[in-house]
């Protein structure tokens, strides 16, 4: 018998093994992660296909986060892989370096449209020493800082391809993923007059030895050994309730049904989910909000070259509307080992909408699209092209829209009302972000949590630091 408090987890991706790992490593309690699928790590996950070991689309491991590098460093040890970061935009016909440099950018842009965005740029520098509102979506947000035309070549079409139309976005979008303060910044970087900062480009990042998919199971085997349990194989069909918590997780583990006590739950399964096991059907205003949070599906094409490489970067960013997908990976640029030294993989990822032609199309023809565009840039000829795979993922990238702030406070409001629930992580919090906040996440949970405050004191808090991420490429 143990006097641990018992903890169980929902779902087994970084978010929830992290939150198990931290937890774990405490001492206090009795951890238990359930998994549906048959292995953990979700999309961080690495699987083996036509002779290469290949991930889920581009990853890596990178933080600014205080604390977090030393974290994954400590628990990763040699199983870690220093790499320089190589990547790229293909514009207009050229690869263009990132961070971008003065004399490769006009090259490819050519005076006339380098003068255009020097132009646009002043307009918007001139129209910021007046009264000016602050932005109301991604396309104010990006065309006060950069100026119209930057934004017609590319950001708007690379947002358009991710997240669809960017004036209906919010702001809060940009405000993530863009990491430059604005056109001045860039000016200024440009010139040589200003560095890139660990804030804004990653020179260097991590990468496990046997693909990301290491990362997680070096987490998993670290809870196991601190004690705690993993179960995949794992359907949660109830949480078991009395007042105002959650007194036991019901599932079928392996087809059997068993029943989890639990003090603490934590999940980092679909809120949509976790709500129908908490209210059902019976709170129409939590089910009016939850259910009307946006996602884009993911959509993965592996294309296999009879080539030991093609590419000098590990991934290309695509802004093109041209080309059908927005990224081009390439496993071996992070490990040469994880495939055969005479061919090579091209990951290409698209996000797409329920109902979409993309969502509908066969692998087949998604395949060809994928083809065709890497024909159209000149990196493969058809003759390179040895097969394909193709990889769909349903309501994976979270959309900020208009409305979507009212939407999580109400959601995150009706969840609190359940006194011992946490939720993590990018689909457990609606929260548009990479593995090392995941990893985070886990880390404030179990410091917090371990040292008495109460969960809803944790939510907020959570949910004030999850805020002010940012994603660093």
Known sequence: MTDKQKIVVLGAGVSGLAAGYFLARTGKYQVTVLEKAPVIGGLCGTFEKNGFMLDYGAHKLYSVIPGIMEEIQALMGDRLLELPKKNRLFLRGQLVDYPLRLGNLAGALGPLMFLRIGLGFGIEILKGLFNRKPPASYEEYIIQRFGRPTYDLIFQPLAEKVWGDPASLHAEMARTRVPASGGFEVILKLLGLKKETAETNAELFYYPRKGFGDFPNAMAERTQQD???????????????????????????????????????????????????????????????????????????????????????????????????????????????????????????????????????????????????????????????????????????????????????????????????????????????????????????????????????????????????????
């Open 227 to 473: 004690g705690g349990k993993i179960h995949c194989n794992t359907q949660v069909t109830g949480l078991k309730q009395s007042a105002d918590k959650i007194v036991a997780v019901e599932a079928l583990v392996e087809g059997e049904k068993t029943t989890f006590p639990s003090d603490y739950v934590i999940s980092s399964i679909p809120l949509p989910l976790v709500g129908k096991l908490i209210f059902g059907e019976r709170d129409v205003q939590f089910n009016r909000a939850v259910q009307g949070l946006q996602f884009r599906h993911l959509i993965l094409v592996y294309i296999f070259l009879k080539r030991s490489l093609v590419l000098e970067d590990q991934w290309i960013f695509f802004p093109e509307k041209d080309i059908v997908f927005s990224r081009l990976f390439e496993q071996k640029q992070m490990n040469p080992e994880m495939g055969p030294s005479d061919r090579t993989v091209l990951s290409a990822d698209f996000t797409t909408t329920e109902g979409s032609e993309l969502w509908q199309a066969s692998d087949e023809e998604l395949a060809q699209k994928v083809i065709e565009g890497l024909i159209k840039t000149g990196l493969v000829d058809e003759a390179d092209v040895d097969g394909h795979y193709v990889y769909k993922q349903q309501n994976f990238y979270p959309r900020y829209d208009q409305e979507y702030v009212e939407k999580i406070k109400t959601v995150s409001q009706k969840l609190q009302q359940v006194t011992n629930l946490l939720t993590t992580g990018r689909i457990g919090m609606y929260n548009y972000n990479n593995s090392d906040h995941c990893t985070d996440m886990g880390r404030f949970i179990a410091e917090h949590l371990a040292a008495g405050e109460q969960p809803n004191v944790i939510w907020d808090k959570l949910e004030r630091r999850v805020a002010d991420y940012k994603i660093v490429d």
